[in-house]
């Protein structure tokens, strides 16, 4: 057996099915290998691009991704991508073919070690036939035990010599033993003692507690505190169907009239969420809370620089279960926010502008938001992406839907399309949508042709602006000239088209709702080129440029 053919069946006995990235000469032999053992192959334009897509098809899926890239300048093209991932805590394998060891000399000799650790990724390397079955291993128990991307680097030369090893591959996931983490029991009644002492609870969910299933758990303590829910941008409108004193996104991105309520919170009780500076407005937004958090990681620095006043290492399911016991064991019942008068205040922040901005071949994009999230049905899967037309969808997209948001993650923008593909072929291929800018689409535009190619129903939904919106509005309220960042687009509905998915471009509120229905009736690779004014300034962008809340 060729060294290659092991690092094939090693990849498969890992339960590598998806593989996203493009043939050379340092990687042919493998993905020929993987080809012959039944693993779907997806050739991309471009190899960070296919990061982006394993990035997307590991948060989808729950497993780490695979990208695969030749070597030197096709490493090298993953940069990106790859600090993206990394960000964003995603464990994914790249494996990377190499030059032969010691060939400094070889055109596309680069140095991939130290070129891993600028990127933020692990690095292991096969130095020789006898541990290519170990560095498979140690990379997927790298990848899914600390969630991060890990880099496999294999040079030609030792790829191609042979092995005689018979060993049966033993996978990672025979090695990784999970199991609930117990809450100290003494935190608990901690945590209990600050529940009772307070009027006004807040429960705050993150992305941990959404990944730990501990939805009812957190409904029955929101039940038992007289709690409002709020979540992270990473856990937008979970659970948002399933209470009435749901709140929305806690943070720069929440709207006045939730603001106003939080603000009275005595207690905070954060479950999977690491309470990051956006999330509690560096403390502003609860001045006088006390902070109970749970989290499986040992500790956890609060973007008030503090930390929590109870802190519960804990799963979120057996901190949050042992949590309510104690309270209704200590009989402590909370009415706390749970009136009728805070459902009413909270029913505003759902209420329509009085007017929409009406410009001539234009639409206001708070209106084109409510169009998209009354068109598209729920179970359609949502991804949005960075820069500020996506402050309008992170802020008022309000149906319960699986939403995954790439803001903040390494600040890049064109990454969320490549997310969303991936994650879209990790479903299955089910028909989801993305929300994106021109500026950011147009940066990736040719995997919009990969996504027909294997005919991904993927709904590309771009915010046009005809520039780079964030910049247009900064360079604005900073007195700079903001036609600087406008760049024109050619129609991209029609270029949809010539790379032969569907497409339309928009310019009235109901060309956008026959080009949604067309969508919903036959679901295929789409682009709906949404043409928006520059005359609305998102709210968090009113809020840093000009102190003003809206």
Not at 9 to 36: I, K, P, S, Y
Not at 50 to 76: C, K
Not at 130 to 151: G, H, I, K, W
Request: net charge negative; charged share 20%.
């Amino acid at each position: 057996m060729k060294v290659y053919e092991a690092l094939a069946e090693a990849f498969v006995r890992e339960g590598t099915t998806d593989v996203f990235g493009m043939m050379g000469d340092a990687n042919m032999h493998w993905m020929a290998a993987l080809a012959d053992r039944g693993v779907r192959l997806y050739e991309v334009r471009h190899e960070g691009s296919g990061l982006g897509m394993a990035d997307g098809w590991a948060r989808g899926s729950g497993q780490p991704g695979v990208v695969t890239t030749t070597s030197g300048p096709g490493v090298s093209q993953l940069a990106t991508s790859m600090l993206c991932a990394s960000r964003a805590r995603t464990p994914l394998v790249a494996f990377c073919g190499e030059t032969p060891l010691g060939d400094e000399g070889a055109t596309q000799y680069l140095d991939q070690r130290r070129f891993a650790a600028a990127i933020e990724c692990e690095f292991l390397q096969v130095t020789r036939p006898e541990n290519a079955n170990e560095t498979v291993r140690q990379a997927f128990y790298l990848a899914r035990t600390t969630s991060r991307p890990v880099m496999i680097s294999a040079p030609f030369d030792v790829q191609v010599a042979e092995l005689d090893d018979d060993e049966d591959y033993v996978p990672s996931t025979a090695l990784i033993r999970t199991q609930r983490l117990l809450p100290d029991p003494a935190a608990v009644q901690d945590a209990a003692a600050l529940v009772a002492d307070a009027k006004r609870v807040v429960v705050i969910a993150g992305r941990g507690a959404r990944r730990a299933g501990a939805g009812e758990e957190i409904l029955a303590l929101q039940e038992q505190t007289g709690a409002l829910l709020a979540t992270t941008l990473q856990a937008k409108n979970w659970l948002c169907d399933r209470t009435d004193f749901h709140v929305g996104l806690s943070g720069l991105f929440g709207d006045k009239a939730s603001m106003e309520l939080l603000q009275e919170a005595d207690c905070v009780i954060a479950v999977g969420a690491s309470l990051n500076h956006y999330t509690i407005e560096s403390g502003y937004l609860y001045p006088e809370a006390k902070y109970i958090q749970i989290d499986t990681a040992p500790h956890l620095v609060m973007g008030n620089g503090r930390t929590a006043d109870c802190y519960l290492q804990a799963d979120a399911v057996t901190a949050l279960t042992a949590l309510t016991r104690t309270l209704k064991d200590r009989d402590v019942k909370l009415t706390g926010y749970h009136t009728d008068t805070v459902r009413g205040h909270l029913s505003a922040r759902l209420a329509e502008p009085e007017e929409y901005v009406s410009q001539p071949g234009l639409l206001d994009p708070r209106e084109a938001i409510r169009i998209l999230d009354d068109e598209l049905p729920g179970e359609m899967g949502l991804v949005l992406g960075s820069g500020h037309q996506t402050d309008f969808g992170t802020m008022l997209f309000q149906r319960s839907r699986d939403v995954l948001s790439n803001y903040g993650m390494f600040g890049a923008i064109g990454q969320a399309p490549l997310i969303a593909l991936g994650q879209l072929i990790a479903h299955g291929s089910k028909p989801g949508f993305v929300v994106e800018g021109d500026a950011s689409f147009l940066m990736h535009l040719p995997e919009f042709e990969t996504a027909v190619r294997y005919q991904v129903p993927l709904l590309v939904v771009v915010m046009n602006d005809q520039g780079l919106g964030a910049e247009y509005h900064k360079a604005r309220a900073k007195g700079l000239d903001p036609e600087l960042a406008t760049i024109t687009t050619p129609e991209l509905g029609t270029v949809a088209q010539a790379l032969g998915g569907g497409g339309a471009t928009v310019r009235t509120p109901q060309e956008l709702r026959t080009a949604l229905a067309e969508y919903v009736h036959t679901p295929r690779p789409t682009v709906i080129d949404v043409r928006i004014t520059r005359e609305v300034l998102s709210t968090p962008y009113r809020r840093i440029q000009y102190g003003e809340d809206v």
